[in-house]
């Protein structure tokens, strides 16, 4: 049975072992074609040939198999990135499509400059200095059109002074109305908050005594404090 479908009679027969010269030694031997020897031993194959190095020019030696590969003309990884930095960077490369400058008018103070197309797809490489970028942040990203505008600052009336807040801070006892820590435990005058944090509304039934931290505290869910400072005073109020 095997003899019938072996060598020849098999039927993918491509003519058996072929003769082949090593590029070593140069002995005849034999091989399958699709083998593709080169070398007629592991020996020969393993042997260095004597290379220089195309940057610094010193002798070294490489396997002839790796020489095949395409290796064999640096003698060191360095030596290498030295020749690649000065012969495949720019137009050069291998990767070049045009190159990926671009030469802008700066936005700020006109003058030309280069940037990258990927800063441009970006939003990016409209100033040609950080100065000029300031100072067009400065005059066009301030007051209104800043995305946190939320009014400006409101001032305080001229009814503002000092007796109408030491008449509140007397009227609640010199007391937080939230925690009740006293001023001199505050270590400062208390605060004299704006129920419905409008400044300019001075009447004594918008206005309440806190502390530091309370007041702090205050900055936050404005509705709640709103509703439940307004309650504090109308109680205080109706005690009084």
Known sequence: MGGRHHGE??????????????????????????????????????????????????????????????????????????????????????????????????????????????????????????????????EHVCGENHPNWHGGKKGYPSGWVRYLREKIRRRDGRMCAVCGMSEADNERLLDVHHIDYDRTNLDESNLISLCQPCHARTGGSRDFWQNNLAELVATAEMTA
């Not at 190095?53 to 290498?80: D, L, P, Q």
């Open 9 to 138: 009679n098999n039927g993918n027969w491509r003519g058996g072992k072929v003769e082949n010269i090593c590029e070593d030694c140069g002995n005849i031997f034999l091989t399958f074609p699709s083998q593709q020897r080169r070398y007629c031993s592991s020996m020969c194959q393993g042997r260095k040939q004597e290379c220089i190095c195309e940057v610094c020019g010193i002798t070294f030696y490489r396997h002839r198999s790796k020489i095949a590969k395409g290796e064999g003309r640096f003698c060191s990884r360095g030596c290498m990135g030295q020749w690649r930095s000065e012969n495949c960077t720019g137009e050069n490369g291998a990767n070049w499509r045009g190159g990926c400058t671009i030469s802008i008018g700066c936005v700020q103070c006109g003058a030309v400059f280069e940037t990258t197309k990927s800063k441009r797809r970006n939003g990016r490489g409209k100033f040609c200095s950080r100065d000029c970028y300031m100072a067009w942040f400065s």
